[in-house]
């Protein structure tokens, strides 16, 4: 099992230029979670989705940003116009189908994928 | 929204014990433990539902107390290994499944 796979692990992108980030989720794991970690901070919730489908976007920025996770495919993360605050770490985590018998949710992060903004 | 932990680093030496806490204001459905090394994924270590169980993996161990709504990390006979930035993340009844707060990390350093 491959685990979550994020791509690229590095990015380097000019200011106004646009970053897409990709995500493929264990095998088996049908959500897909997106979280942003900046330097020496937390993770920061962005966006949750299922199969074609956002289900929570509380956390990501009204302008710029979007989310998608298509039927077929990784999901992608894509910044337009990226500016230097969007430098971060972003992070995706899936999890499975069902929940656990307990009544949890686990989650699985992915390595990340760095972007910088000159 | 977000957790708070404390303390916000520790040193130990191999074979040392240490606390890790993790307090919220909301109600929480469960609370989530992650370890991160530096430029690697956060690796899971353990979840913990209200009902104020305690949970271990190795000799981590974890508990929640839900009237305080604060879960606490144990680190005990630290070995290298457990270096790195340990993340509380907490989850509220009323919100998504996997949409966690984390709080802003406790970075642990064992020396030899």
């Known amino acids: 099992n491959a685990g979550v796979m994020q791509n690229p692990r590095h990015l380097v992108r000019r200011r106004g230029q646009e970053a897409r980030l990709r995500c493929s989720p264990m095998?088996?794991?049908?959500?897909v979670y997106w979280y942003r970690q900046l330097p020496e901070e937390g993770l920061k919730f962005m966006v949750y989705?299922?199969?074609?489908?956002?289900?929570?976007e509380s956390g990501m920025p009204k302008e710029r940003f979007s989310a998608e996770f298509p039927k077929e495919g990784p999901s992608i993360l894509r910044i337009q116009q990226v500016v230097r605050g969007d430098s971060a770490a972003y992070f995706c985590?899936?999890?499975?189908?069902?929940?656990?018998?307990?009544?949890?949710?686990?989650?699985?992060f992915g390595a990340g994928s760095r972007l910088t903004v000159l | 929204q977000q957790p708070v932990q404390s303390p916000q680093a520790v040193i130990l030496r191999e074979g040392e014990d240490a606390v890790i806490n993790c307090s919220s204001s909301?109600?929480?459905?469960?609370v989530h433990w992650y370890r991160q090394k530096h430029g690697e994924a956060p690796v899971f270590l353990m979840i913990?539902?209200?009902?104020?169980e305690q949970k271990g993996h190795e000799k981590i161990s974890a508990s929640f107390n839900e009237k305080k709504q604060q879960s606490s990390l144990y680190l005990t006979a630290s070995q290298l290994s457990y270096s790195g930035t340990y993340f509380c993340?907490?989850?509220?009844?009323?919100?998504?499944?996997?949409?966690?707060?984390f709080g802003a990390g406790t970075q642990v350093v064992v020396t030899p």
């Open positions: 985590a899936s999890s499975p189908n069902t929940i656990l018998s307990s009544g949890a949710n686990v989650l699985t």
């Open positions: 095998k088996g794991h049908s959500h």
């Open positions: 989705l299922q199969k074609e489908n956002i289900i929570d």
């Open positions: 909301k109600a929480l459905y469960s």
């Open positions: 913990l539902l209200k009902g104020g």
């Open positions: 993340g907490t989850e509220r009844a009323t919100d998504s499944w996997g949409k966690l707060q």
